[in-house]
C-alpha cells in the first residue's frame, strides 16, 4: 500500500495525507509550504521571529527600528521595558500570511506553526496578536506549538474567523491532550487535528532530557488514539517525529491515524530556507553527530547537530532587536548565564556552554536543529562528482512519500553541473 491510498479529511476537505511541519526561523519557508499545497498537500509556514523574516522577505526594518529604540537598555540583565510594538507585530505578521495566501494554487492548504514558547517579553498580549493577525489575513489553519497556553483559544474566541480557521495542537502525551481538552471546553470548541509528536523529531521536544528515550511515537499515538475513542471524539490524529518513508507513514495510517507530519526530509530541499552549505551539513551527518541537549532557553531539550556554530561561539545577546525568547518579566536564561560570566570578570570573547543565544542562533541559520534520521538523508539523492550531495526538489520528496512502498525511497534524476 502507498499513502495515496489514504485521504485527510478536515471539515469535510480532502488532503492527500502529508503535512509538512513547520520549521522556525524561516526554514519552512513560503516555498516549501506552496509546494505542499499544490501537491494537494498541507504546508506550514512558521511565525517564529516574524519581524525579522518580514525584514528578510519584504524589506521592512522592524528589527532595526526596535533595536534603535531601546538602545539604551543593551547592557542591562534585564530587559522589561524591551517590548514588541504590537501593531508592528500585526503589520508583520499580516505581511507574511497574505503575501502566502495570496501565492496558493492547488487543492491543499497552508498552515502556520504558532511557537507558544515565543513569549516576547508579552506572553498573551502577542500570542492574541500573532493568532489574530494569521487570521484576519487569511490563513486556513493554525498549529499551536511547543509551550501550548491553555487560554489560546479563549484569546481569540472573538475573533470572526475563529471557527471558520482550522486549529490543531502538537502535543506528546496523552496527559497534555487531556488538560488542552479540559480547559478548550470552556469555550465550546475542539481542535481540528491534534499532532502527536514523538521523541525522534527535530526541533524542541516535549519530553524530558532524563528519559525521551523510553518514548515512541507508535506508543503514545496508540494511547492518543484509544483515548479520543474512549471520549467518543473523533478527531484527526498526526502522528509526527522519525517518519522517513512513504511505508512508516502507512503504517500509521493503517493503525488509525489520519496524516503524518514530516519535516526533515524537506530540510535539503530547494525550497527550504536553509542555506545550501546547511543544507550539505544535513546530508554529511552521521548518526554520532545529532544530540539532544539542554541548550535551549525555553526549558525544553532540543535536537541538533552537534558541528552546529552556536554550540561553538556565544554572542552578546540581541534582545533590543529579536527578544522573541523573553518571558513575561524580561528575563532568558542565556541572558542571565551571559551576566554572570560578565560579572565573573570575563571579556569580550566570553564562553557560555550550558545556553545559547537561541533567537540569534536560529535566525543566522547556526543552530542545526534536526530530526534523528537526519544521517538518512543522504541515502535519499545523488553524491555529486565533486562530493556534494544534489538538492532535492520539494515535489521529489512529496511523491515520494505520497507513491512509495515497502520503504524504498527514489533517488532524483542526476542532475549535471556544468560549470
Ligand atoms: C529544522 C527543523 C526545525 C523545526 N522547527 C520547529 C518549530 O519551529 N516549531 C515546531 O512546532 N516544530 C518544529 N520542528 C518539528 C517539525 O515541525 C516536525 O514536527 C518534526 O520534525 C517531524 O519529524 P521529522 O523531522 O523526523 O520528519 C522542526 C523540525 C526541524 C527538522
Redo the contacts with the bound molecule.
Keep these: 500500500m502507498k499513502l495515496d491510498d489514504f485521504r485527510l479529511l478536515l471539515r469535510g476537505k480532502e488532503f492527500v495525507p502529508i503535512i509538512i ?5 524561516n ?2 519557508t513560503a516555498k516549501l509550504a506552496l509546494e505542499s499545497a499544490r501537491l494537494g498537500g498541507i504546508g ?1 509556514i ?1 511565525d ?1 521571529e516574524v519581524n525579522a523574516v518580514a525584514d528578510q522577505r519584504f524589506g521592512t526594518s522592524f528589527v532595526s527600528n526596535k533595536k534603535a529604540k531601546y538602545s539604551s537598555s543593551q547592557n542591562n540583565r534585564n530587559k522589561a521595558e524591551v517590548q514588541f510594538d504590537l501593531e508592528e507585530l500585526a503589520e508583520a505578521q499580516k505581511m507574511h500570511v497574505s503575501k502566502t495566501m495570496e501565492e496558493k494554487k492547488g487543492t491543499g492548504a497552508i498552515f502556520l ?1 504558532c ?1 507558544e514558547k515565543l513569549t516576547m517579553n508579552n506572553p498573551l498580549g502577542t500570542l492574541k496578536t500573532r493568532l489574530s493577525a494569521a487570521m484576519e489575513a487569511g490563513i486556513d489553519g493554525i ?1 499551536l ?2 509551550g501550548l497556553h491553555l487560554r489560546s483559544f479563549e484569546l481569540v474566541q472573538d475573533n470572526p474567523r475563529f471557527y471558520d480557521t482550522l486549529f490543531g495542537i ?1 502535543v506528546s502525551s496523552v496527559q497534555a491532550l487531556k488538560i488542552f481538552l479540559q480547559r478548550a471546553s470552556r469555550v465550546g470548541r475542539l481542535p481540528d487535528y491534534i ?1 502527536v ?1 514523538g521523541p ?5 521536544l516535549g519530553f524530558n532530557i532524563k528519559d525521551w528515550r523510553e518514548f515512541n511515537l507508535k506508543t503514545i499515538t496508540n494511547e492518543v488514539l484509544q483515548f479520543l475513542k474512549n471520549q467518543d471524539l473523533q478527531i484527526p490524529v498526526v502522528p ?5 518513508t512513504g511505508t512508516d507513514a502507512v503504517e500509521f495510517l493503517q493503525s488509525g491515524a489520519s496524516a503524518v ?5 524537506f ?1 535539503v530541499t530547494k525550497e527550504s530556507g ?1 542555506p545550501d552549505y546547511v543544507k550539505q551539513r544535513y546530508f554529511q551527518a552521521s548518526e554520532e553527530d545529532v544530540v539532544v541537549n539542554t541548550v535551549s532557553p525555553t526549558g525544553y531539550p532540543m535536537r541538533m547537530l552537534k558541528q552546529s556554530p552556536v554550540l561553538k561561539k556565544s554572542v552578546k545577546p540581541n534582545c533590543e532587536g529579536l527578544g522573541y525568547l523573553l518571558d513575561s518579566k524580561g528575563d532568558c536564561s542565556y541572558l542571565a548565564a551571559y551576566h554572570d560570566e560578565l560579572e565573573k570578570g570575563a571579556n569580550e570573547k566570553i564562553s557560555i556552554m550550558e545556553k545559547v543565544c537561541l533567537c540569534t542562533g536560529m535566525f543566522a541559520f547556526r543552530c542545526w ?5 537526519v544521517y538518512r538523508l543522504k541515502d535519499t539523492t545523488n553524491k555529486l562528482l565533486d562530493g556534494t550531495y544534489q538538492l532535492l526538489t520539494a515535489e521529489h520528496v512529496f511523491k515520494d512519500y505520497q507513491f512509495s512502498e515497502d520503504h524504498k525511497i527514489r533517488l532524483p534524476e542526476l542532475e549535471l553541473e556544468f560549470a
Design positions: 511541519g513547520g520549521m522556525g526561523v526554514i519552512s506550514h512558521s517564529a506553526n511557537m498549529t506549538s511547543a502538537i499532532v509528536e525522534l523529531a527535530g526541533g524542541h509526527a517525529g522519525g517518519v522517513f507530519q514530516v519535516a526533515t526530509r530540510t536553509l536543529t534536526c530530526g534523528h534520521y
